[in-house]
């Protein structure tokens, strides 16, 4: 298996007092294994900061107030291959 997974599509956030919660929709591959969360902030290159199984979702409980910060999200399968980025968003922490 040399072929990515699809790029994980209408990634979206919302912000909570102390967190982002991100969410998109789930890919349909019967070999997914998970996905990929990449971040930045203040124009930095994005960072993976976590890895999740199959659940479409993740809560990042590592933001501060007052910063912006910018996520993308990424699918891979068993055999280790990994999709492209998806499109960036951006979520204020207040």
Known sequence: DTFPPAVPANLHSSTAPNSVELNWDRNTESDLAGYRIYRST?????????????????????????????????????????????????????
Not at 62 to 75: A, D, E, I, L
Request: no cysteine; aromatic share 8%.
């Open 42 to 94: 203040g124009g930095a290159a994005l960072t993976r900061i976590a890895e999740v199984s199959a659940i479409p979702s993740y809560s990042d409980r590592t933001v501060q107030h007052g910063q912006t910060y910018k996520y993308t999200v990424t699918s891979f399968d068993r055999a280790g291959n990994e999709s492209a980025q998806s499109a960036p968003i951006e979520a204020v922490v207040q």
